[in-house]
């Protein structure tokens, strides 16, 4: 009987999990995504183009691969359409390949509307929300009364979209619904329209009847664990469970069937909208740093805030996941970097500690140590690699205790270097 292995990010997103997922996916046989939704993008680059997914899973370039949409994701049919679209000139038929859970959340417009108020009334609080309908449609999954993709296929969905609509419009008496609306609510059931052509099934049936016939499957993570609702930066969270747990629940498989964890993290840290940011840079290296790695979000366009490595919330994000191997993405970009620096703790008013804070706050400082950074020319070999780059590898892996196994050294497939093939 075949394993489940799970790909996921350990820092706040934006890690590198498409590309990684890309590279991996001709191993298996099943590619499926497991959490998030739309506020997801994940870039691929390769045949000198390049490719952002949102919802559907990385696996979906690769015609002998099925793709899963399981039972955690939350979807918006006019999201899904898009990308459907937009995969047609690369010759992909989605159809074919993509499955989509019955269980799965359904984001409809009014979910939007209610994201952009709440997060409004938030004012300087806000948390920097996609504003995509994501945690309304959570809210509504947890409150028992959301709509899901199989309710699509049957034949009372136009009076349980209308009472949802309408539950959603008490809540928002105070705004009003402009032509925007109107038109993004024609193009949701336009969308529906192209989603029932695709298989909507159980897909925890599927999954598990594949495990019995030997087949593999990668189970792909959405964001990042530091964002994770139970133990990431809260509230500056997502609202799912991205860490390996999420996949089971997601996914619809028992924990004994997860095999390896592939955790992704960048040789550097990053993070998109509000929430603390322990080794954040203010200065010109975070901007040095934001240029050379083009550290702009895939999905909203917005300028990441750089730092540090961090070590103890590397440490924190492993043991979470079970992490079992490590892949370090944009290597690349540290080589025009001097120095470099890695945090290995945090000053506390309780002295030095190592574990990542229930709540950073001006009691807080990360002690960093320096190293030397590294030039590189092409895409060597490990063993070729250049000797400042293997110490900064080797610190990692005696900090943490998980083997780096893969190292990214730029955006395209090709461009990756494999310790252990």
């Not at 309304?136 to 199989?150: A, E, F, N």
């Not at 993004?184 to 099934?201: A, C, G, V």
């Not at 934001?290 to 895939?298: D, K, M, P, Q, T």
């Not at 590898?393 to 990214?408: F, N, Y």
């Amino acid at each position: 009987m075949s394993k489940v292995d799970v790909l996921l990010g350990l820092q706040w997103g934006d890690e590198g999990k498409g590309k990684a997922v890309d590279f991996l996916a001709p191993k298996y046989n099943i590619v499926a995504r497991f959490q998030g939704g739309p506020n997801a993008g994940h870039t691929l680059e390769f045949d000198g183009k390049k490719h952002v997914l949102h919802q559907i899973p990385s696996g979906i370039f690769h015609p002998e691969i099925l793709n899963v949409i399981g039972n955690g994701v939350v979807i918006d049919p006019i999201v899904f359409a898009r990308e459907i679209r937009d995969l047609e000139p690369f010759g992909v038929d989605a159809s074919k390949t993509l499955i989509l859970s019955n269980k799965a959340q359904l984001i409809i417009p009014t979910h939007k509307l209610i994201d952009k108020a709440l997060e409004l009334s938030k004012g300087e609080e806000k948390i920097g929300s996609t504003l995509r309908g994501i945690g309304p449609t959570y809210q509504d999954k947890i409150g028992r009364h959301g709509l899901r993709i199989g309710d699509i296929i049957h034949k009372d969905f136009d009076v349980k979209y209308q009472k949802l609509k309408k539950q959603h419009l008490s809540l928002l008496s105070t705004l009003e619904l402009d032509d925007d609306f109107h038109q993004q609510e024609q193009e949701f059931f336009k969308s529906l329209d192209l989603m029932r052509k695709f298989k909507i099934q159980s897909t925890e049936y599927l999954i598990n009847e594949s495990l019995k016939s030997g087949k593999d499957i990668l189970a792909e993570g959405a964001q990042g664990t530091l964002l994770d609702i139970d133990f990431g930066s809260y509230p500056f969270v997502t609202s799912s469970n991205t860490t390996t747990a999420g996949a089971c629940t997601g996914l619809g498989i028992a924990p004994n069937q997860i095999n390896e964890v592939f955790g992704i993290f960048k040789a550097y840290c990053t993070r998109v909208g509000s929430g603390p940011f322990p080794t954040e840079l203010f200065n010109q290296e975070g901007e040095d740093l934001r240029r050379l790695g083009n550290e702009f979000g895939a999905t909203t366009g917005r300028p990441r805030r750089c730092g540090w490595l961090d070590i103890p919330a590397l440490n924190y994000a492993c043991m979470l996941n079970g992490v079992t191997q490590l892949f370090m993405m944009k290597a690349d970009v540290l080589s025009d970097v001097t120095p470099v620096k890695i945090c290995e703790s945090y000053n506390s008013s309780n002295g030095i500690i190592k574990e990542f804070p229930y709540i950073w706050d001006d009691t807080f400082s990360p002690i960093f140590r320096e190293v030397p950074s590294w030039k590189l020319n092409g895409v060597p070999a490990y063993s070729d690699l250049p000797d400042n780059l293997h110490s900064f590898i080797h610190s990692i892996e005696q900090s943490v205790g998980v083997p780096i196994h893969l190292i990214s050294l730029g955006p395209d497939r090709n461009e990756t270097v494999l310790k252990k093939s």
